[in-house]
């Protein structure tokens, strides 16, 4: 998926000017949408891959023109209706309380799982698969055709490509993967070497 949040590398869009002593929410509706989106993650209608699917794949107008959190609860509305619980469709499964939010964060969600030995190797080169693929993936767009070499394994986890659209977790092994910086971004960059962690599924032998 080549959607509007897959922006490494692309032109156009100005510098990253981070903003100072930033606080975490600018507004208090953005403190409800941030504990929206999570009751109701929790609340096991969807899985956290579908979630970013949703995300991502809002029209880029939309995308563009919204902050964060507006993102956020947009994607949210997508979500409710996907899961028929704007219509009445579905019942709830979980009500996350207010004594468990603290918990429930400190907890995480864990997507580590058993899964198929790792093909490569720590040294091993590999080139990301020249991919388009029409539905979600964690495969930047800026990485694919590239040739990297693999400085860790990760072990095995859940494959977001199959788990945002309801097709099983199919643990894969998922590599931390180095690639010259200047083969990516050119001469000109101040930059040495840009590091992705990426999954078996996305790689082949180069």
Excluded: Q
């Excluded at 979630?51 to 997508?78: C, D, G, N, Q, V």
């Amino acid at each position: 998926m080549n959607g509007p949040a897959d922006l490494g590398g692309k032109h156009g869009f100005g510098p990253v000017t981070p903003e100072v002593d930033e606080p975490v929410f600018h507004a208090d509706w953005e403190r409800t949408a941030f504990a929206l989106t999570l009751a109701m993650g929790a609340g096991g209608y969807w899985s956290l891959d579908r979630s970013r699917y949703m995300r991502e794949t809002l029209p880029h107008t939309t995308y563009y023109s919204s902050t964060y959190y507006e993102i956020w609860f947009k994607a949210l509305e997508r979500l409710l209706d996907d899961a028929g619980i704007s219509s009445g469709e579905t019942a709830p499964k979980r009500v996350l309380a207010a004594d468990e939010v603290r918990p429930t964060m400190g907890r995480g969600g864990p997507v580590s799982r058993p899964g198929p030995a790792p093909r490569f190797a720590v040294g091993d080169r590999v080139k990301v698969k020249p991919m388009r693929p029409a539905t979600h993936t964690r495969a930047p767009a800026y990485l694919r055709g590239h040739t990297g070499t693999i400085v860790m394994i990760h072990g095995c986890h859940v494959f977001p490509d199959t788990n945002a659209h309801g097709k099983g977790e199919n643990p894969a092994p998922l590599y931390n993967v180095a690639f010259p910086a200047a083969d990516l971004w050119g001469p000109d960059t101040t930059a040495a070497d840009i590091h992705a962690d990426l999954f078996e599924p996305y790689l082949d032998p180069a």
